[in-house]
């Protein structure tokens, strides 16, 4: 057990009215730390190196059997840390003790956790955009954490469903307008981008060892997220209009041209996003790794996929890869550009609600239904996880030949190499 004494240190300087702060020593493994206490005694108090007034060692007696019941929660792993491990728990035990359940202001900590996600370049616009739905919903009001029930959580996906006045920033103006009622999809990522929120807030502010715990209510052990009925089927495309956006002519460097060629290298790489087109460094080796950004914060394997760069794909990895970042300012300003071409491609093909997204939902409807590949390795090659075999993925070692094979086959029908 590490030993926990008042000491005034031999080489403390006096503060600047001439008392001396009291530092408790940690002694632990034959190393020390100090930790403050708050506590401060008079030159002339100080006998010694030892503290004369009783009053004062009666405080500091107090403190240290504060110390003593803190440490107790982490007993069984004291002998794996050091004296300054020790110090560390305590002083943060001493800061969660010190706030208390109303001070947690639910909005505050879903802001911050926002811009941490900017700061560390993962992708933040679905909880954007979830915060921006709660505003909707109470306003300017505070959150308290202890206030998210399943009540709220009803409410506030019911508020969802309904048209309701939304305000956003508009060209440097606030301005407010009547939205329609969100569709199944986007209510269900809007509130699981909220649990996954309100869960970090629980991880921060609970310290089960230390027996804090400022978030005790968690409605998702009755609330669950609604269901989603259907996708929209009009995002995938059929192999003939496919063949047509490829195909149709437009103008060399131009903002359709962008939309057609980053549609088609997408497909080819299993529809990859735009988001990860343009984070993709260029490489010389033959398969295309990396995380996707959408899902990275939410999975254990940090959602990695090795995806194999055929022949067919080449050109435009390496006429687009490394060089997005350089020519657009954002991700934003990427897709904003692809929007554009899309929308010019609509006109110059006449297929409605062509997105750039239609070239994911149908990689994967081909994938299905002309190569009848089975629904678990069209999961893989689309970077998805299978709820229900969670557990069971964490033992399976990946075998990226699956994903291999399902893009080949996709890619020779709609390339025409392979008979339907």
């Keep these: ?53 009783m009053w004062i060692v009666e405080n500091l007696s ?44 639910f909005k505050i900590f879903f802001s911050e956790h926002i811009h941490k996600l900017k700061e560390q370049d993962k992708y933040y616009k679905t909880f954007q955009t979830a915060f921006n739905a709660l505003n909707d919903y109470i306003g300017n009001d505070m959150l308290l954490a202890t206030d998210i029930n399943v009540s709220f959580l009803v409410g506030f996906e019911t508020f969802l469903k309904g048209e309701r006045k939304i ?30 929120v309100f869960n ?15 978030i005790p209510n968690n409605p998702y052990k009755k609330y669950k997220l609604p269901e989603i009925k259907s996708v929209r089927s009009h995002r995938a495309l059929t192999i003939e209009e496919i063949r047509t956006v490829w195909s149709v002519k437009v103008e ?51 959602a990695f996929i090795s995806i194999k760069l055929i022949d067919e794909a080449i050109p435009l990895y390496q006429k687009y890869i490394g060089q997005l970042n350089k020519r657009y300012s954002s991700e934003a300003s990427l897709n904003r550009g692809i929007k554009s071409g899309m929308d010019a491609l609509v006109k110059l093909t006449g297929i409605e609600g062509l997105q750039f997204y239609s070239f994911r939902h149908s990689f994967a409807s081909i994938a299905r239904n002309e190569c009848r590949f089975s629904k678990d390795d069209i999961a893989m090659a689309m970077n998805h996880v299978d709820s229900a075999n969670r557990v ?6 990946k075998d990226w030949s699956i994903v291999d094979d399902v893009q080949r086959g996709v890619v020779d029908i709609v390339l025409a190499k392979k008979e339907r």
């Design 1 to 53: 057990m590490p030993k926990f004494t008042p000491v005034i240190l031999p080489d403390a300087k006096p503060n600047y009215d001439g008392t001396f702060d009291v530092k408790v020593r940690i002694g632990h493994k034959s190393r020390s730390a100090y930790l403050d206490t708050g506590q401060v005694v008079p030159k002339k108090e100080i006998s010694k190196g030892k503290i004369k007034p």
């Design 392 to 397: 069971t993925d964490i033992y399976i070692k």
């Design 252 to 302: 060399p460097n131009s903002r359709p041209e962008l939309a057609q060629e980053l549609s088609k290298l997408s497909f080819m790489l299993c529809g990859i996003n735009a988001a990860d087109l343009y984070k993709l460094k260029l490489t010389k080796g033959k398969r295309v790794e990396y995380n996707r950004s959408k899902t990275e914060d939410r999975r254990k394997d940090n």
């Design 62 to 105: 107090n403190l240290l059997k504060g110390i003593t019941e803190t440490i107790k929660n982490i007993e069984y792993k004291l002998d794996a840390m050091t004296a300054s491990d020790i110090k560390t728990y305590i002083e943060n035990s001493k800061k969660k003790a010190s706030v208390s359940v109303s001070d947690i202001d």
């Design 200 to 214: 970090a807030a629980r991880f921060k502010h609970n310290d089960e060892d230390a027996g804090v715990i400022l």
């Design 167 to 196: 305000t956003r920033l508009n060209q440097g103006v606030q301005r407010t307008f009547t939205s329609k009622s969100e569709k199944g999809a986007s209510v269900r990522n809007i509130l699981r981008d909220f649990r996954t």
